[in-house]
């Protein structure tokens, strides 16, 4: 089979699938039968797990680096693809860092984690270079699958199994909705590969292929947590524990983003005046709505969810311009945005880390500089440039995104916008008031010398690299510009 030829292509590439099968065997085993024995689930065999872990996602990457250009016909490696993958095992590779101490600390199972996260990580590379709609959807599902169980992976909370139980019913029914789209287009054509629907789907006058298209998007609003389709996005966050929130928020929508960027704005192009409207009605839904919602949130988890949402809006308005600006400026703010979702979450579990339960209500955090200054100026910056406020890195992806607006004269959108993300800004500012200005409450806690080596490393770097943009933007901008026109 074509598909297996390729793993024949590359020793580096045959060293590392073989490895990474082997670790999720070896995971699963440790899951089955070494976990359920007290006396061999010692802490140093987590840590060699872990540190596999990130030993198997660096093994790819050299692999990437070794392998642009090869493709086959049901696995097209894009030069887009390739790269986006690079910094799609950066990402990962950031978040098993992050979770390390947290896992350590807790008294959580650390053997599912790792042999769930490989799935993810294998479903998302075939996602990212799947080149039909077959390989499409398997992989997709996969990845859904190995969520489901992340979702619900805090077995002893109810707020973990009740959010896992949504997420499975909303996803069972989301995957209906694609299967059936997908069958639209295959009815119609004949075939499900994106380069022959690219030759045909223009030719085509039939009204079928045009509904599965629409039902194929509201796929990928789903999985972007996209209004209207994000109610279990907010729930999952509040439910699941963090490094699971961080992983929901990171690791699977770089690749759903990846290949909606590629599949709306390279296969389906000449369809655009189909799914414009979609596209524009549901990212200004989305940022509206992340905006007043995060307003009234009381627990932080959840203003960080409406945070999200908006943000995917802004990802979506890039693809209404739909011009090389437009990828460039998406693929920027997929890339700064991942990065600071990674930091925030990083600071998170740093501090969580010290304490007995993580402070979920903002009126927990209040005064907390007064305890916490250090770590309290971190976050505060990190907030600052997620909010988008110059000369922080945030705000150029959003300048960006509403620039590539302008140019194609969107320009009650491009406004709208604007007046949006400045409302937004509020209730960024509305927790620094609470970490600085509010009065004290016996709620606040104390952040402890715990160690937390790894942890500490991921902040530091990605601090760092946030600080440094301000200095030198050139290397992440150049590398956005590139990627956009490997695409075109």
Same mark, same amino acid.
């Given at each position: ?7 024949? +292509? ?61 493709? =086959? ?33 807790? +008294? ?90 690219? /030759? ?23 999985? =972007? ?65 992340? =905006? ?64 007995? +339960? ?39 992806? /959003? ?33 620094? /008031?609470?970490?600085?200005?509010? /009065? ?49």
């Amino acid at each position: 089979m074509e598909f297996f030829s390729f793993f024949a +292509n590359s020793f580096v590439g045959q060293i590392y699938y073989i490895t990474l099968g082997c670790y999720v065997l070896v995971s699963l085993f440790f899951c089955a039968v070494i976990c359920s024995e007290k006396e061999l689930a010692f802490p140093s065999m987590l840590n060699a797990v872990s540190q596999f872990s990130c030993f198997v996602v660096c093994l790819l990457l050299f692999d990437c680096l070794f392998n642009l250009g090869t493709s =086959t016909q049901l696995v097209q490696y894009h030069v887009y693809s390739m790269l986006f993958l690079c910094f799609f095992l950066v990402a990962s590779l950031l978040t098993l860092l992050a979770n390390i101490d947290f896992m350590n600390a807790s +008294n959580l199972n650390k053997f599912e984690y790792d042999a769930l996260f490989c799935f993810v990580l294998f479903s998302s590379i075939c996602l990212c270079f799947a080149n039909d709609f077959l390989t499409f959807y398997l992989a997709i599902e996969l990845q859904s699958l190995s969520l489901y169980v992340f979702a619900s992976f805090s077995r002893n909370s109810e707020f973990s199994t009740e959010s896992g139980l949504k997420y499975f019913i909303f996803g069972a029914v989301i995957s209906c909705f694609l299967l059936f789209g997908i069958s639209l287009i295959y009815l119609c054509f004949g075939t499900v590969s994106f380069e022959f629907l690219f /030759k045909l789907i223009n030719k085509s006058n039939n009204l079928l292929p045009l509904i599965g298209v629409l039902f194929i998007l509201i796929t990928f609003f789903f999985k =972007t947590g996209s209004a209207p389709f994000h109610t279990w996005l907010t729930e999952v966050y509040d439910g699941a524990i963090l490094p699971v929130t961080m992983l929901f928020a990171v690791v699977p929508k770089i690749i759903i983003f990846s290949i909606l960027v590629k599949l709306f704005l390279s296969i389906l192009v000449d369809l655009k005046n189909v799914w414009l409207a979609f596209f524009l009605v549901g990212s200004l839904a989305s940022i509206i709505l992340g =905006t007043f919602a995060a307003i009234y949130q009381k627990r932080l988890k959840r203003l960080f969810a409406y945070s999200t949402i908006a943000h995917s809006g802004f990802i979506l308005l890039g693809i209404v311009a739909s011009n090389t600006d437009a990828i460039s400026s998406i693929t920027f703010y997929i890339m700064v945005y991942s990065l600071l979702t990674v930091l925030l979450f990083s600071l998170l579990i740093f501090s969580s880390v010290s304490v007995t +339960n993580f402070p979920a209500y903002l009126s927990s955090w209040t005064s907390n500089a007064l305890k916490n200054y250090n770590f309290i100026i971190a976050l505060c910056f990190v907030l600052f440039s997620i909010a988008g406020i110059p000369p922080l890195i945030g705000f150029f992806t /959003k300048f960006f995104v509403i620039f590539s607006l302008v140019s194609e004269q969107f320009f009650v959108t491009s406004f709208l916008v604007v007046i949006t993300s400045s409302l937004a800004c509020f209730y960024y500012i509305r927790l620094i /008031k609470t970490f600085f200005f509010t /009065k004290y409450s016996k709620n606040g806690f104390w952040i402890s010398n715990t160690k937390r080596q790894a942890t500490e490393y991921v902040v530091s770097v990605l601090l760092f690299f946030n600080v440094a943009f301000v200095f030198y933007p050139g290397p992440i901008s150049l590398l956005a510009d590139v990627m956009g026109l490997c695409l075109l």
